[in-house]
């Protein structure tokens, strides 16, 4: 039997204010979005369905969404209807097994992400593509915490990571991770249903693009995971989190992150 979800439809002006909400409903429990001309959808499996908490969670001005239930097999039929290619000009592309390849981009990623978060179409996702590309994965030992659909993973696959670690609480992410995995015939990836970081490992790479709350509870042990020289990667943060994220993260480096922004999104590298 398919699972039945809730989506919710907003209507949204700017892709700023498309951004703003998935940040904050993938905070929630929502792992399921899609764009049309200027309707945000957003699904959630409607056993974890909390209008209280919906409410309570929506920005001033967003308005109230139109709710409705629909089917699993349904809501991947849209998506598939809606979503374009991803591409970084001269770098990279992120694209669906049904689309064409991408001219002029040396490297491209098949992602299906079914319900998973986490096709290079939010800010943060493009930013943290786009961060990868210009940090050394040569033979890496990479940490991807909150995997998603596991493009990231895929990435530093991609880029020569000689081992990937991708986490997630999400059995559904780890499931469509999978698939991806294969599809883009990534051996060197290790997935893993958890949500808790690992106890002994350490990593020349950690990326953690989930979100500010999250980070800053793990902040002391992202640290601790790092090698000496390694390179850390956060985003899932707006620029108004940079403040708190510096505050903390400054007891562990001594230098100040490079920082990018999108959409009034960041991603900050250690």
Same mark, same amino acid.
Request: contains cysteine.
């Given at each position: 039997?398919?699972?039945?979800?809730?989506?919710?439809?907003?209507?949204?002006?700017?892709?700023?204010?498309?951004?703003?909400?998935?940040?904050?409903?993938?905070?929630?429990?929502? &792992?399921?979005? +899609? $764009?049309?001309?200027? =309707?945000?959808?957003?699904?959630?499996?409607?056993?974890?369905?909390?209008? *209280?908490? %919906?409410?309570?969670?929506?920005?001033?001005?967003?308005?109230?969404?139109?709710?409705?239930?629909?089917?699993?097999?349904?809501?991947?039929?849209?998506?598939?209807?809606?979503?374009?290619?991803?591409?970084?000009?001269?770098?990279?592309?992120?694209?669906?097994?049904?689309?064409?390849?991408?001219? &002029?981009?040396? +490297? $491209?990623?098949?992602? =299906?992400?079914?319900?998973?978060?986490?096709?290079?179409?939010?800010?943060? *996702?493009? %930013?943290?593509?786009?961060?990868?590309?210009?940090?050394?994965?040569?033979?890496?030992?990479?940490?991807?915490?909150?995997?998603?659909?596991?493009?990231?993973?895929?990435?530093?696959?991609?880029?020569?990571?000689?081992?990937?670690?991708?986490?997630?609480?999400?059995?559904?992410?780890?499931?469509?991770?999978?698939?991806?995995?294969?599809?883009?015939?990534?051996?060197?990836?290790?997935?893993?249903?958890?949500?808790?970081?690992?106890?002994?490992?350490?990593?020349?790479?950690?990326?953690?693009?989930?979100?500010?709350?999250?980070?800053?509870?793990?902040?002391?042990?992202?640290?601790?995971?790092?090698?000496?020289?390694?390179?850390?990667?956060?985003?899932?943060?707006?620029?108004?989190?940079?403040?708190?994220?510096?505050?903390?993260?400054?007891?562990?480096?001594?230098?100040?992150?490079?920082?990018?922004?999108?959409?009034?999104?960041?991603?900050?590298?250690?």
């Amino acid at each position: 039997m398919d699972k039945i979800y809730i989506e919710l439809a907003f209507s949204v002006q700017d892709p700023t204010q498309a951004d703003l909400l998935v940040g904050l409903l993938s905070g929630v429990g929502y &792992d399921g979005f +899609r $764009e049309e001309e200027d =309707t945000l959808y957003a699904c959630i499996n409607k056993d974890s369905f909390d209008h *209280t908490l %919906l409410m309570q969670t929506l920005p001033e001005g967003a308005g109230v969404p139109a709710i409705l239930e629909i089917r699993e097999e349904n809501w991947n039929a849209l998506w598939e209807s809606s979503f374009d290619p991803v591409v970084i000009p001269g770098r990279l592309s992120v694209r669906a097994e049904f689309h064409e390849p991408v001219a &002029d981009v040396p +490297r $491209e990623i098949i992602i =299906t992400p079914k319900m998973s978060f986490g096709t290079g179409h939010h800010a943060t *996702t493009s %930013l943290m593509l786009e961060a990868m590309l210009d940090v050394p994965f040569h033979q890496a030992n990479v940490l991807d915490f909150g995997t998603g659909t596991g493009v990231l993973a895929i990435l530093a696959s991609q880029l020569g990571a000689g081992s990937v670690t991708a986490i997630d609480n999400d059995p559904w992410s780890i499931e469509n991770a999978r698939e991806n995995v294969e599809v883009n015939d990534c051996a060197s990836i290790e997935l893993t249903l958890s949500d808790q970081l690992p106890a002994h490992e350490t990593y020349d790479v950690i990326l953690a693009n989930i979100n500010r709350n999250v980070i800053l509870a793990n902040a002391e042990r992202l640290s601790d995971l790092l090698k000496t020289n390694g390179r850390l990667l956060l985003s899932g943060l707006l620029v108004q989190d940079r403040f708190d994220i510096e505050s903390v993260f400054s007891r562990q480096f001594k230098q100040a992150p490079f920082c990018r922004e999108k959409n009034g999104w960041i991603v900050l590298v250690y």
